[in-house]
């Protein structure tokens, strides 16, 4: 941008001189109307990060910036696939992570600070019969116009106050790829290996499946052992569960306890960070 700026303004010896001023108006018009990267990354609230720049070593994959998740599409206020939290929430993952990073394991964060506005999203599309595209996968066994009324979604959500994340555990080094469209849905339900491999260890069912099966304690062997790591993990940390989702955890000391915020996700300034999925 600079460099158009120079480029744009660098001083004319063969124009008249009202010619000259009139182009330069028009450009510097232009230019003012081009898109501003440094401004795409619009200031948190005071005592708000991005995760990345408290721990970049803590794996992303936001999935309400992009198209795979249970509504089938990008949900309004994410601007870009960022976790943001308060910064209290972030040391406190920074903790868990420097503990699974001695077994070769990390953490993997699917959803983080959540608009107001993308919880407005969420009733108004559990509310339209018309669309149902990734029920196969999300929701296989559930009225979507039941998803509040059975707890899997607040029309308050404690992710709007910024303490509040989803997550799960991967094996270190692990990068998520986006998932082939040409790929029929796979019920969140099936086992290991059979559903979207999303690149957790086995919990019993995949992100976000909206069943039974997504309770903490539904769910024997290897998959009940994960979840209770992972809850003592997160316990031990500071943050509460959620009986109903395994991957659902709270700050118990959150630095904001009323309403929630509306900010939009935006890039971060240290990233290029875009829906990709």
């Not at 600079?2 to 001083?11: N, V």
């Given at each position: 941008?600079?460099?158009?700026?120079?480029?744009?303004?660098?001083p004319?010896?063969?124009?008249?001189?009202?010619?000259?001023?009139?182009?330069?108006?028009?450009?510097?018009?232009?230019?003012?109307?081009?898109?501003?990267?440094?401004?795409?990354?619009?200031?948190?609230?005071?005592?708000?990060?991005?995760?990345?720049?408290?721990?970049?070593?803590?794996?992303?994959?936001?999935?309400?910036?992009?198209?795979?998740?249970?509504?089938?599409?990008?949900?309004?206020?994410?601007l870009?696939?960022?976790?943001?939290?308060?910064?209290?929430?972030?040391?406190?993952l920074?903790?868990?992570?420097?503990k699974?990073?001695?077994?070769?394991?990390?953490?993997?964060?699917?959803?983080?600070?959540?608009?107001?506005?993308?919880?407005?999203?969420?009733?108004?599309?559990?509310?339209?019969?018309?669309?149902?595209e990734?029920?196969?996968e999300?929701y296989?066994?559930?009225?979507?116009?039941?998803?509040?009324?059975?707890?899997?979604?607040?029309?308050?959500?404690?992710?709007?106050?910024?303490?509040?994340?989803?997550?799960?555990?991967?094996?270190?080094?692990?990068?998520?790829?986006?998932?082939?469209?040409?790929?029929?849905l796979?019920?969140?339900?099936?086992?290991?290996?059979?559903?979207?491999?999303?690149?957790?260890?086995?919990?019993?069912?995949?992100?976000?499946?909206?069943?039974?099966?997504?309770?903490?304690?539904?769910?024997?062997?290897?998959?009940?052992?994960?979840?209770?790591?992972?809850?003592?993990?997160?316990?031990?940390?500071?943050?509460?569960?959620?009986?109903?989702?395994?991957?659902?955890?709270?700050?118990?000391?959150?630095?904001?306890?009323?309403?929630?915020?509306?900010?939009?996700?935006?890039?971060?300034?240290?990233?290029?960070?875009?829906p990709?999925?």
């Amino acid at each position: 941008m600079a460099r158009l700026r120079r480029y744009l303004y660098r001083p004319s010896t063969w124009l008249p001189a009202a010619l000259d001023m009139l182009i330069r108006g028009w450009l510097a018009l232009i230019v003012m109307m081009l898109p501003a990267p440094a401004l795409a990354s619009a200031a948190l609230p005071q005592g708000f990060v991005y995760l990345r720049d408290v721990d970049p070593t803590i794996v992303q994959d936001i999935r309400y910036a992009g198209s795979h998740n249970f509504v089938g599409r990008p949900i309004k206020g994410y601007l870009a696939a960022e976790c943001i939290l308060t910064m209290s929430a972030a040391k406190a993952l920074e903790a868990v992570q420097k503990k699974l990073a001695g077994q070769k394991l990390s953490l993997i964060v699917w959803d983080c600070y959540r608009p107001k506005r993308a919880v407005g999203d969420f009733l108004q599309w559990s509310r339209d019969p018309a669309h149902s595209e990734m029920k196969a996968e999300f929701y296989p066994r559930t009225d979507k116009q039941r998803l509040f009324a059975l707890g899997y979604l607040a029309k308050r959500s404690a992710h709007s106050r910024g303490s509040t994340v989803d997550l799960g555990i991967v094996p270190a080094g692990f990068s998520p790829a986006p998932p082939d469209p040409s790929r029929p849905l796979k019920a969140c339900t099936a086992p290991k290996g059979e559903r979207f491999e999303d690149g957790a260890i086995d919990f019993g069912t995949g992100y976000d499946c909206l069943d039974p099966l997504g309770s903490t304690s539904n769910a024997t062997g290897t998959a009940l052992r994960n979840r209770q790591t992972l809850k003592s993990d997160m316990v031990a940390a500071g943050f509460r569960p959620y009986a109903r989702e395994w991957w659902h955890f709270e700050l118990v000391n959150e630095p904001f306890t009323r309403d929630g915020f509306d900010f939009e996700i935006a890039p971060a300034p240290s990233s290029n960070a875009m829906p990709t999925r």
